[in-house]
C-alpha cells in the first residue's frame, strides 16, 4: 500500500503517461495509416536480384548480402562492359570486393551503396565478403564471369541501308 502522496502521483502519473503513449501508438497505426518502413530487400529492385542490360555494353547489378552469401551468385558479361553494382544486406554488415579491380564495398542493412567498374579483360574475378560476418564468412564468395566478345558482334549496315538512312538526313 502506497502511503506517500509523491509516490501515489508518481505511479499515476507514469501510468497515465503508458496509457496515452499506447493509445497514441493505436491511433498512429490505424487511424492514421502511419506504417513501419519495409526491409529494402523486399521491395524492387532488389527483391530479385539480377543483372540486367540497360544499353549495349552497359549492366546493372542488383546485388543483396546475406548470411553467408551473395545473390546473385554468378555474374555474366562480355567483355567491355561496363557495370554498376547495387548492393545492399539483408542482416548484417558485409564486405563486397571484387578482387583486380577498384570495387570495394561495404554491404549495410537498409543502405544502397554503388560502385561501377569496366571489364575489358576476359576470365573470372572473384567477389569476397572482407567484413567478418558470422560462421560462413570464408564461404561467402560470387563471381563475375567476363566472357570474350562474340565474333558476329553487331552487324554492319549494307550499303543500301546506309543510302536509305543517309537520304532521310537530306531532306
Not at 105 to 123: K, L, Y
Request: hydrophobic share 45%; charged share 15%; net charge neutral.
Amino acid at each position: 500500500m502506497v502511503n506517500d502522496p509523491f509516490e501515489r502521483t508518481a505511479i499515476f502519473g507514469a501510468g497515465f503517461l503508458m496509457t496515452a503513449f499506447f493509445i497514441a501508438i493505436v491511433v498512429g497505426a490505424f487511424g492514421l495509416g502511419i506504417r513501419v518502413p519495409t526491409c529494402v530487400t523486399d521491395i524492387p529492385p532488389f527483391d530479385q536480384p539480377a543483372v540486367v542490360e540497360v544499353a549495349p555494353g552497359q549492366y546493372v547489378v542488383n546485388v543483396v548480402a546475406q548470411m553467408w552469401l551473395f545473390n546473385p551468385r554468378e555474374i555474366r558479361i562480355p567483355a567491355g562492359s561496363t557495370v554498376t553494382f547495387n548492393l545492399t544486406s539483408k542482416d548484417v554488415q558485409h564486405g563486397f570486393k571484387i578482387l583486380n579491380t577498384n570495387v570495394n564495398m561495404m554491404a549495410v542493412p537498409g543502405v544502397v551503396n554503388r560502385a561501377q567498374a569496366r571489364f575489358d579483360q576476359p576470365g573470372e574475378y572473384l567477389i569476397v565478403c572482407h567484413e567478418y560476418c558470422g560462421l560462413g564468412h570464408h564461404a561467402m564468395s560470387a563471381k563475375v564471369i567476363v566472357e570474350p566478345r562474340t565474333a558476329e558482334g553487331p552487324s554492319l549496315p549494307t550499303p543500301r541501308a546506309m543510302a536509305s538512312a543517309l537520304a532521310c538526313w537530306a531532306r
